[in-house]
């Protein structure tokens, strides 16, 4: 959409003597309009285009402004005070964020849709800003830019797809995107298109060769048998299960032979005495 040129700056209520009104003429800038004092009510420009056009869309960088409202009126006309509102006053920034000082750049883009529709069917040669600030008496405020936009000509309406186009929007480098290039996420969309990993797959269980051969096992057998070299880490020794299962019976035995007290011994065998020899018994 072609910009509209804007000539010179008609009149202003208070502009800072460093960010003056006159800076909103180039918009490609990264200088700004400031009110001369904090705590001013509102402040006001009027900017005189060159010549008389239809606004289709606005474009505004904010500057710690609160609000932000756009007046359109003709030069020709009989009242230089004689302004139809284009734009309503239009929220840029929240009590919150106003009494912090955050978020102070905002930049906001208005359609046709988002403009009076009065004023959207008419051609205007000038413009009046409105900025107010009441929620923060010490923060001077103002703009940053603001660009307004004629309507597409008809060359860009029959032109197809292009490639996207970069535009200065004051310090703000603003990408245009086709809207059907880009590609929309629908409601479960996600988990439609997912894959399953294939680690994530169980490895299904085989029943060793015994068991097949066998016939006298169950499944649940074959199971614990296949599972059991990972669980031992290791491969399964022939004749190690029973080894294991004497020694612990070897184990049981010992410790039910063992006393009850570790003082208490075992009772002592008598030895029945030797029988003396009837010889050598002296009388």
């Known amino acids: 959409m072609p910009e509209i040129k804007v000539k010179f700056v008609v009149s202003c209520s208070s502009e800072d003597s460093t960010h003056r009104a006159d800076n909103l003429l180039v918009a490609d800038s990264y200088r700004k309009w400031r009110c001369a004092h904090v705590g001013e009510k509102q402040i ?5 285009f060159e010549k008389a056009d239809v606004i289709h869309s606005i474009d505004i960088g904010n500057e710690g402004s609160a609000f932000v409202e756009v007046l359109v009126g ?10 139809e509102v284009m734009l309503v006053s239009s929220f840029f920034m929240s009590p919150t964020e106003s009494r912090s000082g955050t978020n102070l750049n905002r930049v906001r883009m208005f ?3 988002k403009l009076a529709k009065a004023a959207v069917a008419k051609r205007w040669d000038r413009v009046k800003i409105i900025c107010s600030q009441p929620y923060n008496k010490n923060l001077p405020y103002g703009l940053c830019f603001i660009r307004f936009n004629s309507p597409p ?3 860009e309406k029959m ?10 929007m004051g310090p703000f480098a603003i990408k245009d995107e086709d809207d059907g290039s880009v590609d929309t996420l629908k409601p479960g969309s996600l988990f439609l298109n997912r894959t399953p990993k294939a680690h994530g797959t169980p ?21 614990l048998e296949s599972a059991a070299p990972s669980m031992g880490g290791g491969k399964k020794t022939p004749g190690h299960s029973p080894k294991v299962r004497g020694a612990s019976e070897r184990e ?8 009850a007290h570790p003082d208490q011994h075992a009772p002592s065998t008598l030895v029945p005495p030797r029988p003396t020899d009837p010889g050598n018994v002296r009388a």
Do not use: W
Not at 44 to 48: D, G, V
Not at 213 to 218: A, L, V
């Open 159 to 168: 032109a197809g797809p292009s490639a996207p186009k970069v535009r200065m």
């Open 74 to 83: 003709n030069s020709t006309s009989a009242c230089e005070q004689d302004f």
């Open 153 to 155: 000509e008809a060359d």
């Open 203 to 223: 490895t299904p269980v085989t029943p060793s060769p015994a068991v097949r051969e066998g016939g006298g096992g169950s499944y649940a057998a074959a199971a």
């Open 111 to 113: 359609g046709a849709d």
């Open 252 to 259: 049981r035995q010992t410790e039910r032979e063992k006393p």
């Open 44 to 48: 006001s420009a009027i900017l005189q």
